[in-house]
Nanobody, 116 residues
Framework: QVQLVESGGGLVQAGGSLRLSCAASGTSFSINLMDWYRQAPGKQRELVAGVSSGGRTNYADFVKGRFTISRGNGKNVVYLQMNSLKPEDTAVYYC??????????WGQGTQVTVSS
């Protein structure tokens, strides 16, 4: 059973930084695509950033220039470095993994709160 475990959320002041981590366990297969999504209260879940196994990245416009996504050396680990955080970045952040063959999994989420 594949599990995604996130860590690194917390409370930070506006302008601060946080680094989220997500590690996949329970599989020996390489994950094709790893993403971070977020969901704020009363809003739909939205894509924040994604990175392929080959290192290609994509970002939502609202985080370009502030957030950086990267894969770990083991490839089944993904990080999200979040700088210049704003109160509107407050949300639960979810890790998502997509394997070849379209099997996909979600983490349990980690809370990020940015105070003004």
């Amino acid at each position: 059973q594949v599990q995604l475990v996130e860590s690194g959320g917390g409370l930070v002041q506006a302008g601060g930084s946080l680094r989220l981590s997500c590690a996949a366990s329970g599989t020996s297969f390489s994950i094709n695509l790893m993403d971070w999504y977020r969901q704020a209260p009363g809003k739909q879940r939205e894509l924040v950033a994604g990175v392929s196994s080959g290192g290609r990245t994509n970002y939502a416009d609202f985080v370009k220039g502030r957030f950086t996504i990267s894969r770990g050396n083991g490839k089944n680990v993904v990080y999200l470095q979040m700088n210049s955080l704003k109160p509107e970045d407050t949300a639960v952040y979810y890790c998502h993994a997509l394997f070849l063959g379209d099997a996909n999994y979600w983490g349990q989420g980690t809370q990020v709160t940015v105070s003004s």
